[in-house]
């Protein structure tokens, strides 16, 4: 990064710029200044990438990446470095957008657009893309379904990564067709049935927490707003394509139909 008169910005102004900057969430190297070296999940989420970076096309040139809820943008900085021609990182936090513009500049990496923007909005980008990065974000969304059907809807092309906070048994879970209405409750209770945990209050202090899933919920979730799972690297994590269909057999009522 250069400073007004062209001159390389010196580690001591670097760290300065983060400490103004900060909190951070991501733990990015700004060439040897850790943005949050306390981080209660260490070296996050370069060490989260680690586990399921292979799964991830390693070529994206002349892709377009659309990543929801950027954050300081390490997940965008990622698929630039893979050759992504077109990465939009939207965020509806204007500190964190602050953070990855600055973490951009400092890095060298260029062309990565940050934009504020709400997941609900993303039907006013006009625009579909080759990969949408969802991660971190669904379990703070008070309406999740709606949050999934939307990019469904708007903006996903072929792939989606998708990650989410989970709690509850772990496990994957094929449901039956149907359900008898008598008989049929007592298949909610088995622990590996796909379940929502609502937080009314808060957890680990941040009051825009508000469900947490476990696995079988997140793979449902997907399926049912038409994205077929395709690589599953651990329980959180899921890398899906688009199809045409959710698991219902349609993508909800078919427009103009009633409920
Ligand atoms: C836990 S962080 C995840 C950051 C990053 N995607 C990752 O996985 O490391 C959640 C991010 O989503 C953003 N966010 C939360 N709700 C959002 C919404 N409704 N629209 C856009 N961004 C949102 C937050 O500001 C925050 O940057």
Not at 117 to 144: K, N, Q, S, T
Request: charged share 30%.
């Amino acid at each position: 990064m250069l400073d007004s008169a062209d001159r390389p910005l010196v580690k001591a102004e670097i760290e300065r710029r983060v400490a103004e900057l900060g909190p951070w969430f991501h733990d990015l190297d700004l060439h040897g200044v850790r943005t949050a070296p306390d981080h209660f999940l260490w070296r996050y989420p370069e060490n989260k990438f680690k586990r399921f970076r292979h799964v991830i096309p390693e070529d994206l040139s002349g892709k377009s990446v659309l990543d929801i809820g950027c954050n300081a943008g390490f997940y965008s900085f990622e698929m630039k470095r893979r050759g992504a021609e077109r990465v939009l990182g939207i965020d509806h936090d204007e500190r964190y957008l602050a953070q990855a513009r600055f973490a951009a500049s400092v890095l060298g990496v260029r062309d990565v657009e940050f934009r504020r923007g709400e997941v609900w909005d993303v039907g006013a980008l006009g625009e579909r893309f080759d990969l949408v990065i969802f991660m971190g974000v669904l379990y703070h969304l008070r309406h999740p379904l709606l949050a999934l059907d939307l990019i469904h809807e708007h903006v996903a092309r072929d792939l989606l990564l998708y990650q989410s906070l989970q709690a509850g048994t772990d496990g994957m879970f094929q449901p039956d067709r149907d359900y008898d209405f008598f008989d049929g409750k007592k298949e909610f209770d088995r622990p590996e049935w796909p379940r929502m945990h609502f937080i009314e209050q808060r957890y680990a202090g941040d009051p825009t927490n508000w469900w947490v899933p476990n696995e079988a919920c997140s793979a449902g979730m997907l399926r049912s707003a038409g994205f077929t799972i395709i690589e599953h690297p651990e329980p959180e994590v899921f890398l899906c394509r688009r199809s045409d269909q959710g698991s219902r057999g349609a993508v909800y009522p078919a427009k103009g139909t009633a409920a």
